[in-house]
């Protein structure tokens, strides 16, 4: 069973946002880093990038797959997470921690009140 901490909001592609005053910190859930297995290369946004709600922000290679990593809410990125540049591992090791991928200075904070909450997120995944 899949971890899903009660203090974060989701997206139906499996990231999870924690927001801090206007500062939201982006990852992927406990569900996709078991889904996607050994991740062993992850690609992050550019400090000083603007970025849309929904588009591509970052990306994430595992041994079975590769995929993109979709920022759920708009802003500038004021931190990426470079550590996992030298320690893809981190992703699956601490999704909700040292495994974060970047921060966004929300330039619409009314986006993350659309996001999932813990119960839906838990009711996607319950079928997997």
Excluded at 42 to 48: A, I, R, S, Y
Excluded at 104 to 123: I, N, Q
Aim: glycine share 8%; charged share 20%; proline share 6%.
């Amino acid at each position: 069973m899949s971890n899903v901490p009660a203090d974060l909001k989701y997206t139906k592609s499996h990231e999870w946002v924690r927001v801090a005053g206007d500062v939201a910190t982006v990852g992927i859930t406990d569900h996709a880093q078991q889904e996607l297995t050994d991740i062993v290369f992850c690609e992050v946004p550019t400090v000083g990038k603007t970025l849309k709600a929904g588009e591509p922000a970052a990306v994430v290679e595992s041994v079975k797959t590769a995929s993109d990593i979709y920022t759920p809410v708009s802003g500038e990125v004021i931190e990426a997470n470079t550590a996992l540049a030298d320690n893809p591992a981190l992703v699956n090791q601490a999704p909700f921690g040292e495994g974060w991928f970047f921060k966004v200075r929300l330039s619409a904070p009314a986006e993350v009140a659309g996001l999932m909450t813990p119960e839906e997120y838990s009711t996607q995944i319950s079928g997997h």
